[in-house]
Nanobody, 124 residues
């Protein structure tokens, strides 16, 4: 599957953004989808994942209660709604897909397809 992330930008602390990740192909509904982020000089870290159907979601503690992941299988798209953004959320955000079950703890190595990344900057 090919992935295309979009929706990043500059936002003030406390603001909101919604990221989108559009997938190619007719088997999108068979993939577990995830979001990761990578800040300058840091390793890529897990943000959130959603199950094939969208019925199960999981979040990193750092974003729990502020971010919401969802998917629309009819549109081949996964979303990340980000609210109450903080400067420490600044990073390049990547969407990722996995054909297999993704065990805990969730790591980048569990995903085999990646989008190109979209930059989110939280600054006043």
């Amino acid at each position: 599957v090919q992935l295309q992330a979009s929706g990043g930008g500059l936002v003030q602390p406390g603001g909101s953004l919604r990221l989108s990740c559009a997938a190619s192909g007719r088997t999108f509904g068979s993939y577990v989808m995830g979001w990761f982020r990578q800040a300058p000089g840091k390793e890529r870290e897990f943000v959130s994942r959603v199950s094939w159907s969208g019925g199960s979601t999981y979040y990193a503690d750092s974003v729990k209660g502020r971010f919401t992941i969802s998917r629309d299988n009819a549109k081949n798209t996964v979303y990340l709604q980000m609210n109450s953004l903080k400067p420490e959320d600044t990073a390049v955000y990547f969407c990722a897909a996995s054909k297999l079950y993704v065990p805990l703890p969730i790591s980048p190595s569990s995903f085999d397809s990646w989008g190109q990344g979209t930059l989110v900057t939280v600054s006043s």
